[in-house]
């Protein structure tokens, strides 16, 4: 299976994870940065680096963009959302003068007798590079859960950064 067809089917598993600031842990707790961080850790083992506590507004704060700068060190850098892939990692800012501060992974709402939002579509011979772009994301929603958004407007516009999981070596 491809990374990001692991990351896909990883992901889909946290769905229903509640929301906990700062928890990294598949169905006891997490948010949106503990949910790349325990997907991180199914498909490369370690984590890349060790996450110091941080406040639920820590981007307001700080002004720095930190998990911007944090996926450039980790992730390979996807150009464009039409480039994207299911199973890429997908940052927000929510507004444009802030850091970004949100993130998730890149998937497809489910169709009807179609269950590639969470599989591997690759490794049953379909070339995912054909297809539209990704039309929804894994997120942890505060105050609810891990949960399938669809990748509406609103959210699409507030895209800062997309990338990619590295091959394994």
Not at 48 to 66: F, L, N, S
Not at 104 to 117: H, K, M, N, Q, W
């Amino acid at each position: 299976m491809s990374v990001n067809g692991d990351v896909l089917a990883i992901a889909g598993t946290w769905i229903g994870t509640p929301y906990r600031h700062q928890g990294a842990v598949k169905g006891v707790g997490c948010d949106c940065l503990g949910l790349v961080r325990g997907i991180w850790r199914e498909v490369y083992g370690a984590e890349p680096e060790a996450v110091p506590a941080y406040a639920p507004d820590w981007a307001e704060r700080a002004g720095e963009e930190r998990l911007l700068a944090a996926a450039e060190r980790h992730f390979v850098g996807v150009s464009a959302l039409e480039e994207s892939l299911p199973g890429d990692l997908v940052l927000f800012r929510f507004r444009p003068h802030l850091a970004a501060k949100h993130l998730g992974i890149l998937a497809r709402l489910p169709r009807e007798g179609d269950d590639r939002g969470c599989r591997d579509p690759v490794n049953r011979g379909h070339d995912e590079r054909h297809d539209p772009p990704p039309d929804a994301f894994i997120h942890a929603y505060e105050q609810s859960s891990v949960t399938l958004s669809a990748l509406v407007p609103g959210w699409r516009r507030r895209i800062a950064g997309i990338y990619r999981f590295p091959e394994r070596v």
